[in-house]
Structure formats: C-alpha cells, structure tokens
C-alpha cells in the first residue's frame, strides 16, 4: 500500500475523532454481571445478554456436568471443520433444527394455528440476514421489497447484495404502516411479488412493530410475504420465549421467521423458520450457509442446553420486563426534551435515553461509567444523525437495587 493511501487513510480517522465519531476494540474481563474495563469493574448494561445466562455460572456449570458424564467418542467436536454440505452437519445441529422446529409447532398448536415449519439453522444473524434476502430474491418475478426505514445495518446489506434486476426495493418511515400501505397500493400489476421486512423488536430504539397490523395487510394482498427478524425479541417475549410472534398470536403468518442464539440465548448462531421447500431453496442458493464453515457442535450442544430451560424461565422474563418498564419510565419523567416515548408500557429490554449530540453523549457515558455503569455511546452512522444516545440495555442478572442507582445517576 502506497504511503499516500495511508495519509489518507489517516486523514480520514482523524476526521471521525473530530466528529465523535472513531471507534475502537475495548478492553474488558467479564467477571459475572460485571466487566473490568480499564482497571475498574462496572455493572455491566451494554451487552444484549437479556436473560443473564452469558454469566450464570451455575448453568454453565450443569452443562459440563453433563458433558463430563459422556464417553469420549460421544463428546461433542470443537470444531466442524468445514461447511454444512460438506462434513459440517454434525448430530448436534440436525438435533438443534428438530428440537426448534417442535419448539415452534408446540406454540402454534397451542394458538390454534397448525402450520408447519421447517428450521434451519446458520451461523449468525448476519450471515442469516445478507444471505437469505439474496437467496429469496433469485427468482425471475418481479419483485417489490418494503423494508422499515430502521431495520438493521445486516438487513440493509443483504438488499444491496440482492442484484436481481427484477427486484426494486423502498423504505417505509419506521413503523409508520400508512406510508407502507401507500407503497403496496402504488406497486402496480406488474408486481408479482412484495416482501416486507422488519424487526419485532428495533436494536436501537428498543419499540416494537406491530406484527398484528402487518399481518391485516398481508391478508389484503396475496402477493405479500413477511419477513421478520426477531433477534432481539427471542427468548425474552413470548409465552414460552419464541419471542414477539407467538406474543401476538401471528407465528403462523409469518413467512420467514429469523431470529439468532447470540442474545438472550448467551450462545452463537442464528435460525430461520419457513416452509420446508424454503428451507431446501436456501440450502441451494444461500451463500453465506453453502461457503462456510458450520459452527462448532459444542457451541450447538449448549445452544440445546439452552434451549431445554427456554420455557421454563418465565420468572427472569418477567423480572427483566419490570426493571425496563421502570427505567423507561424515569427517562420520560426526567427529560427536559421531547420525550423518548409517550407509552411507558413495556416493549423491550432495550431503553435507548437519547441526547442526540455526540460529545454529550459520549460525557454521559463517560459519567456512568465513573459511577460503576459499563454503559456505552452509540452515535451515527449506527443511528440517524442528530439521535446519539446511550443504549440501555436491562438484564435478568441485574436488581430493583441496581436500576434504583441508575436512575439516579441518569
């Protein structure tokens, strides 16, 4: 690389310092609910281990009790050791894809709604999300894609990777279900095809889309198919943890149902739930899925473990449900500005407290942080300009203490 290339490189970091804007690797330990970052331990509210299973230990302490108590040749590999369609789809993944797949015909049953599902698993929510649009996409029909204005930097990637010429693509305002009706009203007969993707849950703002609404227009255009990422609803709605779906009562009307293992399941990976000839169609023209190594079945082993206990935790749910209602609601008595959010009910874990310049945020964090909070400064291009704010993010780990000395300090 030549030296200019370099300065200019340079040039550029030193323009992102200037605006608040540089990012960097932290330096942490992870000791329980806590982080040591630079020689301090900090109550850790920055991660997305929503139900505090990243660090239980006694958890992962059953778990290896278990493994301890197999055979050597039954011990699950610590590594693949290549793709899926190669040597990758080891025991424990297939297991992985059945025991999902009657976790979801468990809770459709249970709302009266039978459909049948496949599942397959992948190797994050990422790889999920800029390899199944594509894959969906590589038909010869004219297809429209409507995606909310918010939905995550993965998904934004997968429909720049979608380079059919058949395939147009429009952003509706976030949540804002009229402007989406006005684009499925313009898209004209030509139109064979329109998919709407969305999140259930919104990693930045923490609200909610309204599944039953989405669900009333698809029923009036049978062109329609929903695409749902519930990344960061998994595990923490739902009766049973299947997240905002089975809340709603919409599981059986969503067509792709993405969700990921990295959050509240403390583990790695990601699923999507469909019809099988999907399941088949993604295995066959999925990029990410066919190139890859396949993760290690010992992370799939504790993703079952996991997965096992999912149901029973109803306890930590509700708990964590209580703790971010109450942040949420001393945010919006506390601002001196537009509040963040008129309705205090509880839609997330995720409180976004939004102070929209950057080096005020960047000093709020920096506040916390000196109060014994690990809490981090999100700014744009991660949010939209002039929206910078330190995301909140409650955990089952964490005690009505805990929240009570945030809130002072917020």
């Known amino acids: 690389m030549t030296s200019s290339i370099i300065e200019q490189l340079r040039d550029t970091l030193t323009h992102l310092k200037s605006q608040q804007q540089y990012r960097h690797l932290p330096n942490l330990e992870h000791q329980g609910r806590y982080v040591v970052h630079n020689g301090h331990t900090l109550l850790n509210i920055a991660s997305n281990d929503y139900l505090g299973l990243g660090s239980d230990s006694e958890m992962q302490a059953e778990f290896f009790s278990q493994l301890e108590a197999l055979s050597a040749v039954q011990l699950p590999k610590m590594s693949a050791t290549s793709s899926r369609l190669l040597t990758g789809n080891d025991t424990q993944l297939q297991a992985l894809e059945s025991e999902m797949q009657e976790w979801y015909h468990t809770a459709v049953c249970r709302q009266d709604m039978p459909t049948p599902k496949s599942v397959l698993v992948l190797n994050s929510g990422y790889h999920a999300n800029i390899g199944i649009l594509p894959a969906l996409t590589t038909l010869p029909v004219n297809t429209l894609v409507l995606a909310d204005k918010l939905v995550h930097a993965s998904i934004i990637d997968g429909l720049r990777l ?182 205090v009910t509880y839609e997330s874990p995720i409180v976004p407290y939004i102070l929209g310049d950057n080096a005020r945020t960047i000093a709020k964090a920096q506040q916390l942080q000196a109060a014994g909070f690990y809490a981090l400064p999100i700014r744009p291009p991660t949010v939209p300009a002039n929206t910078a704010r330190i995301r909140l993010v409650m955990n089952a780990k964490l005690t009505s203490e805990d929240c009570e000395q945030l809130i002072q300090q917020l």
């Open 162 to 343: 979608s380079q059919n010429k058949l395939v147009s693509y429009r952003r509706y305002r976030h949540n804002d279900y009229e402007h989406l009706a006005k684009f499925i009203e313009q898209a004209g007969p030509t139109v064979e095809r329109i998919i709407i993707v969305t999140e259930s849950v919104f990693s930045m703002d923490g609200d909610r889309a309204d599944l039953p609404q989405l669900v009333r227009l698809k029923a009036k255009d049978a062109r329609i198919e929903l695409y749902v990422d519930e990344a960061h609803a998994i595990g923490v709605l739902g009766e049973t943890g299947l997240g905002l779906a089975e809340e709603t009562k919409t599981l059986a009307d969503i067509d792709y149902l993405v969700g990921t293992f990295g959050k509240a399941f403390a583990s790695v990976g990601a699923y999507i739930m469909c019809d099988d000839v999907i399941k088949q169609w993604l295995i066959n023209h999925m990029r990410p899925l066919i190139f890859s190594t396949a993760l290690p079945p010992i992370n799939h082993a504790w993703t079952r473990f996991i997965l096992a206990k999912m149901p029973t935790l109803n306890d930590q749910r509700n708990h964590l449900a209580k703790l971010s209602t109450k942040i949420s609601q001393a945010i919006n008595q506390s601002q001196q500005t537009t509040p963040i959010r008129q309705n």
